[in-house]
């Protein structure tokens, strides 16, 4: 018996991988995150599979299902929205696993901040102008952040900052970040990314609060913001620059 943990990536049914598609078909159980996974994705399962809805289970709760599962040798599909290695909770989940000496794994799915990139048709490291990505949030009722991993502390590097989790404190975010990008920054709000429903704002950190206002948007967010969303960008890659030196070319 084994448990698999697979990210389902950011909502479209058709960017869960191979890899999540195949252990959704083979497991006769399926823990899934019912709030933020879509339903369709369910259909992958075998017709007789058990179907357990995570969001209203604490937990002990979930981890009781675990142990029911593997005393009665039954595999798991635990299916996660978005990508395993970002705010997902799997950390403490496996811990749990271990002391009861449960096997898993981790199958990795389409990050959200990737999906979002793709739909706004950007590149999110434009040479010369940002190099560097940075995944965060500000604390919440779930956790805190540490002490040196501030909004500022990243916002001097003029690195593109993507915060999960923190939509219902723009006006906060916009003040901590316009002193160090100013208020020409672009800003990309991406609500429920890939989903029908999906939602897509697109301004500067001085106009972003307005039209947030005007088109509020609430769970399931990312907030992006930095030069290199810009739509005109000048710079180029040396990679595939005609000076450039290749290890690799292509003999005639």
């Known amino acids: 018996m084994t ?3 697979i990210g389902a990536g950011p909502g479209a ?24 996974v879509p339903k369709e994705m369910l259909d992958f399962c075998p017709p007789d599979a058990t179907l357990i809805d995570t969001a209203p289970l604490n937990l002990n709760q979930i981890e009781a299902e675990y142990v029911k599962a593997h005393q009665a040798g039954k595999d798991i599909a635990r299916l996660h929205s978005g990508d395993l290695s ?17 096997p898993y794994t981790l199958t990795p799915g389409v990050p959200a901040f990737a999906a979002a990139a793709a739909l706004i048709e950007k590149e999110l490291t ?62 990309i ?41 810009h739509d005109q960008q000048a710079t180029e890659s040396a990679l595939y620059n005609v000076e450039y030196q290749r290890r690799f070319k292509i003999r005639s």
């Not at 500000?138 to 900052?161: D, Q, V, W």
């Not at 989790?165 to 970040?177: C, F, P, S």
């Not at 029908?196 to 088109?215: A, D, P, R, S, V």
């Open 13 to 36: 049914v058709d960017l869960l991988t191979l890899r999540g598609h195949k252990l959704l078909s083979e497991c006769p159980i399926c823990l899934y995150a019912g709030s933020i």
């Open 189 to 229: 709000i991406a609500a429920r990314v890939t989903w029908e429903n999906e939602q897509i704002l697109k301004g500067t950190l001085g106009t972003i609060i307005e039209q947030f206002n005007q088109q509020p948007v609430e769970r399931t967010t990312l907030i992006m913001v930095g030069p290199a969303l």
């Open 3 to 5: 448990v698999h943990f």
């Open 126 to 187: 434009i040479p010369e102008i940002a190099q560097s990505i940075v995944l965060t949030r500000i604390s919440g009722r779930a956790s805190s952040m540490p002490e040196n991993e501030k909004l500022e502390t990243f916002a001097k590097t003029g690195c593109t900052l993507v915060l999960h989790l923190a939509i219902h404190r723009l006006d906060e975010i916009v003040g901590r970040l316009a002193p160090f990008y100013g208020e020409d920054c672009p800003v």
């Open 86 to 102: 970002v705010y997902s909770a799997v950390s403490e989940q496996i811990r749990r696993l271990i002391k009861h000496h449960i």
